[in-house]
Structures are given as structure tokens and as C-alpha cells.
């Protein structure tokens, strides 16, 4: 295997069709796999013995997405099959593992369990954040240091996954309006700005295959009124990133995972990302009624499911 391989444009050159944010996520898994071997290239990718050995105290869902990070390298190297097959064979045990261990299971894993965090203590998180603005008068001050611009913005960043619980698909969200928004690349998503409304358009997230572009989430009025005094109060106009760094540039996917994840801990001492916020989000607004569901389901004497199929019926 040659020394100066960039994997992130041998993927793109293999794969055109992969959305750039993946090809950052591989990347990202490779560069620390080198690390991992103290190395510069992937040599020692034809080891699988010990690859294997160098991931095994990792969670299998962790070890799961190093797999298919190498197997994609190496599929797009056109490498030695019975290699890849050897890989792909180990990355599909874990994926099966994944898949029963959340087969009717509805509690959360003894991994993520330390860092889930109920609506009371996300609301807590956020009102105590809301306090620090207002006493700072950070709405309205103008000219904002980098340390009163992050909190502000985060502050924003959790309003906008608890209403609208996406994945990190707000970092590199772009500020435009209606009239501006047909004419804008199709790789990027949007807030769109109106003056009676605002909305989400969605073009790069995970399952845009299936829901397609100019996916369009609704901000609702609640929302809205924590945006738009953001935007005024940062400058934000027609074009610019919504999220940014305290230098200006654009927050990536890994580092605003990286910013929830130090702001949680900050305030409710839990590590609490995207992924677990659509968690905790899903079970506020689901939980309740998944337990009379199943409550129901006890006394009928039937699955959950087969309640759901046979006898929950639209009229």
C-alpha cells in the first residue's frame, strides 16, 4: 500500500456520490487509526490481526464505524478482496450485534445511561443559560466577546434540538430567504428566513436518499423568537453561516459535537450531543404514551406490535 495515500479524494475519486460530511467521518476515523499505529500510512491496514487487536477494548458500535471506515478505503483502493472480506465479515457481526441489542429493548444502554438527560434537567441547562444572557444583556450589547458569543450560541444550538431534534445538520446551516433559496446549492442545508415565517431546508443529512432534498422543517413560532433576536444581535445576514466560531468560521459537524458535549458538562455535568438529545426528546414527547401502549397491550393479552397492526385503526 503506498505511502502518500490521501484518503479523503482516493473515496471522493472512487465514490462521488458520498456526501462530503461521510467523507470528513472516515477521514477523521483513518487519521486516528494512524495515530493509533504511530504511523503516516495504511500499511498497517494488511494486518487485520492487528487491527483487530488495537480496537477490541472499544464499544462495538465504535469498532463498527473504524470497519467501515477501512473497508470503504479499501474498497475504493480496489485492494485485496479476501482482506475486505475479511473486514466486512467482522463489521456485519457488529452490526447484528447493534441490531439485537436493540430489539425490544426500551431502556437506554449502561454506556449512554450516565449522559442521559431528562427535559427537566435539558430545561434547567437552558434556563440558566437564558439568566447569564439576560444578565449580560447579550441581546443587546452589540459588540459580543468570543466567550458571551459561544454561549449565546449554544444556548441557540440546544433550543433548536430540543424543538426540532435533528442530527448535527444545523452546523454549516446557511441563512438565506425565500426568494434567495432556489438559487443556492443543493450541498448545503438552510434556515429561511421570512418575515412572518422561518423553516429548515435540509439537502446534506443522513438519510436524504431516502426523504430527498428540500426537505422542509417548519420553525415553530417558539423557536423563532430565540433565532431572530440571535441573528440580530450577531450580525447574521442573507448568506452567512448561522453557527460560527468565535475567529468566524463555520462550526463543523465534529466540532459542535465537541461544543454540546463541553456545554452539558458545564451546566448538568453529562455529556449531551445531538444523538442524545433526539433521545431524550423522543422520550419526553413518546414516553408516556409508549407505557399505556404497552399497559393496554398487557391486559389485551397481545404484543405491542400486534396492537399497533391489528387493532389501532384511523377513523
Known amino acids: 500500500m503506498e505511502k502518500t495515500i490521501n484518503a479523503s479524494e482516493v473515496i471522493r475519486d472512487a465514490r462521488p456520490e ?25 500499511k498497517f491496514l494488511n494486518d487485520f490481526d492487528a487491527v483487530v487487536e488495537k480496537l477490541q477494548d472499544k464499544h462495538f458500535t465504535t469498532q463498527r464505524n473504524f ?15 479476501e482482506l475486505i472480506d475479511k473486514y466486512s465479515k467482522l463489521r456485519d457481526e457488529l452490526n447484528e450485534q447493534y441490531k439485537k441489542s436493540n430489539e425490544g429493548n426500551n431502556k437506554i444502554s449502561e454506556k449512554q445511561a450516565p449522559n442521559f438527560a431528562t ?6 441547562m437552558l434556563k440558566s443559560m437564558e439568566t447569564e444572557i439576560k444578565n449580560k444583556r447579550l441581546k443587546s450589547k452589540g459588540d459580543l466577546t468570543g466567550k458571551e458569543k459561544e454561549l449565546y450560541m449554544m444556548y441557540v444550538v440546544y433550543q433548536m434540538l430540543k424543538h426540532i ?22 450541498d448545503k442545508n438552510y434556515l429561511v428566513v421570512a418575515r412572518d415565517t422561518m ?19 417548519i420553525v415553530p413560532v417558539s423557536l423563532s423568537r430565540i433565532l431572530r433576536p440571535f441573528i440580530r444581535a450577531t450580525g447574521k445576514k442573507s448568506g452567512d453561516v ?9 462550526l463543523s459537524r465534529n466540532v459542535l459535537s465537541q461544543k454540546l458535549l463541553k456545554t452539558s458538562k458545564k451546566y ?48
Open 18 to 42: 458520498i456526501k462530503s460530511s461521510t467523507v470528513r467521518q472516515y477521514e477523521v476515523q483513518l487519521n486516528q487509526l494512524k495515530k493509533m499505529f504511530n504511523t503516516d500510512n495504511y
Open 67 to 81: 470497519y467501515n471506515s477501512i473497508i470503504v478505503l479499501l474498497l475504493a483502493l480496489d485492494y485485496d478482496k
Open 119 to 124: 427535559m427537566e434537567e435539558i430545561d434547567g
Open 165 to 186: 431534534p435533528t442530527r448535527n445538520d444545523i452546523a454549516g446551516m446557511v441563512i438565506t430567504t425565500p426568494i434567495n433559496y432556489p438559487k443556492q446549492p443543493k
Open 199 to 217: 423553516y429548515y431546508m435540509l439537502n446534506d443529512y443522513k438519510s436524504d436518499k431516502t426523504y430527498g432534498k428540500d426537505k422542509k422543517l
Open 242 to 250: 448561522l453557527l460560527t466560531s468565535s475567529t468566524g468560521n463555520a
Open 268 to 315: 448538568m455535568g453529562k455529556g449531551v450531543g445531538s444523538t442524545m438529545m433526539r433521545k431524550s426528546v423522543v422520550s419526553h414527547e413518546m414516553g408516556p404514551a409508549k407505557k399505556k401502549q404497552e399497559e393496554l397491550a398487557d391486559k389485551m393479552q397481545h404484543s405491542v406490535a400486534t396492537l399497533s397492526a391489528i387493532y389501532n385503526k384511523e377513523h
